[in-house]
């Protein structure tokens, strides 16, 4: 599969898995919403809040992926694989806003107790929070897995978004069940824990997309699997600079190699081109490869 079938089949898997996740949040969003007020539960209206801004965020998932796809122009000649890392950071703000605002209303409840007495919430939204929890764990890791294959930050944030979900699925039923045991203050206490888990999250979600965004270097098992594969290449003494950076999703290398001094120009660049080539075989999320040829005698020089 060349580059352009990669980004082709690459959008059109992240787009199915975002619009099964719009699918499963718009269901459980007014489930949860119905379940919250009729059940008498702030919590569960809180994770419905929270599964409603799963919604918009997946929307974001799908734009920046069909975006950061598109290829390089004038005005853009590196492509534009950063936007899905906008993306990622639009999700994270999204998210930490919404955990802040299930959290103030925790509080604001806690804190107004004694003159809106708090309410014991029915089995309704007990039933609807164990629902949630194993729906938003299994898109979870359906989600997580196509992230991990497809290498995309933007549907690796959306996989944390259903965690999220779960997690405040989890502290929901927790704060419910409380509430019906005679701990009425447990229900609101959770929405505060679910925002506190949603922040978690967002944070996350933030750190990751950052380090995207300036140009952190591959792991060190990556670039030594690059360094094996450039040394097998015929012709090439000795590495003397292997520089990687992540650009979005896609990763750049520079290689700087030394070779015999009495090489023709035709055969080092023969050289070069065997080296890329097989830098951007083995290693598919390689953007772009550029080789710098020296002179074995010379390879301890300082440039």
């Given at each position: 599969?060349?580059?352009?079938?990669?980004?082709?089949?690459?959008?059109?898997?992240?787009?199915?898995?975002?619009?099964?996740?719009?699918?499963?949040?718009?269901?459980?969003?007014?489930?949860?919403?119905?379940?919250?007020?009729?059940?008498?539960?702030?919590?569960?209206?809180?994770?419905?809040?929270?599964?409603?801004?799963?919604?918009?965020?997946?929307?974001?998932?799908?734009?920046?992926?069909?975006?950061?796809?598109?290829?390089?122009?004038?005005?853009?000649?590196?492509?534009?694989?950063?936007?899905?890392?906008?993306?990622?950071?639009?999700?994270?703000?999204?998210?930490?806003?919404?955990?802040?605002?299930?959290?103030?209303?925790?509080?604001?409840?806690?804190?107004?107790?004694?003159?809106?007495?708090?309410?014991?919430?029915?089995?309704?939204?007990?039933?609807?929070?164990?629902?949630?929890?194993?729906?938003?764990?299994?898109?979870?890791?359906?989600?997580?897995?196509?992230?991990?294959?497809?290498?995309?930050?933007?549907?690796?944030?959306?996989?944390?978004?259903?965690?999220?979900?779960?997690?405040?699925?989890?502290?929901?039923?927790?704060?419910?069940?409380?509430?019906?045991?005679?701990?009425?203050?447990?229900?609101?206490?959770?929405?505060?824990?679910?925002?506190?888990?949603?922040?978690?999250?967002?944070?996350?979600?933030?750190?990751?997309?950052?380090?995207?965004?300036?140009?952190?270097?591959?792991?060190?098992?990556?670039?030594?699997?690059m360094r094996a594969v450039i040394q097998e290449v015929d012709g090439v003494d000795h590495i003397d600079l292997l520089r990687t950076r992540l650009f979005g999703n896609r990763i750049y290398v520079d290689v700087e190699i030394s070779a015999d001094d009495?090489?023709?120009?035709?055969?080092?660049?023969?050289?070069?081109?065997?080296?890329?080539?097989?830098?951007?075989?083995?290693?598919?999320?390689?953007?772009?490869?550029?080789?710098?040829?020296?002179?074995?005698?010379?390879?301890?020089?300082?440039?």
């Amino acid at each position: 599969m060349d580059k352009k079938e990669f980004t082709q089949e690459r959008k059109r898997i992240a787009t199915r898995v975002s619009l099964y996740s719009i699918i499963v949040n718009v269901a459980l969003s007014v489930g949860k919403l119905a379940a919250g007020i009729l059940g008498h539960s702030a919590a569960m209206v809180s994770d419905a809040i929270h599964s409603a801004s799963d919604v918009f965020a997946t929307f974001i998932v799908i734009i920046g992926i069909r975006v950061s796809a598109r290829k390089s122009d004038d005005e853009h000649e590196y492509g534009h694989e950063r936007l899905e890392c906008v993306a990622s950071l639009i999700l994270a703000t999204l998210l930490a806003l919404t955990g802040l605002a299930i959290g103030s209303s925790g509080v604001e409840q806690i804190l107004h107790r004694d003159t809106v007495p708090l309410q014991v919430p029915t089995l309704l939204p007990l039933a609807a929070a164990i629902v949630s929890i194993l729906l938003k764990e299994g898109m979870y890791w359906y989600t997580r897995h196509y992230a991990i294959a497809l290498k995309s930050d933007a549907l690796m944030a959306d996989a944390w978004h259903h965690r999220s979900d779960a997690l405040s699925s989890i502290g929901s039923l927790a704060g419910i069940a409380g509430a019906r045991m005679g701990y009425p203050i447990l229900d609101p206490l959770a929405s505060i824990v679910i925002c506190l888990m949603i922040l978690f999250a967002a944070y996350e979600i933030f750190k990751g997309a950052i380090d995207k965004m300036v140009d952190r270097s591959c792991p060190d098992e990556v670039e030594a699997r690059m360094r094996a594969v450039i040394q097998e290449v015929d012709g090439v003494d000795h590495i003397d600079l292997l520089r990687t950076r992540l650009f979005g999703n896609r990763i750049y290398v520079d290689v700087e190699i030394s070779a015999d001094d009495n090489l023709t120009l035709l055969e080092s660049h023969h050289i070069a081109e065997r080296i890329h080539q097989q830098i951007e075989r083995n290693f598919p999320d390689v953007k772009h490869c550029m080789v710098h040829m020296n002179p074995l005698s010379e390879w301890k020089h300082d440039f």
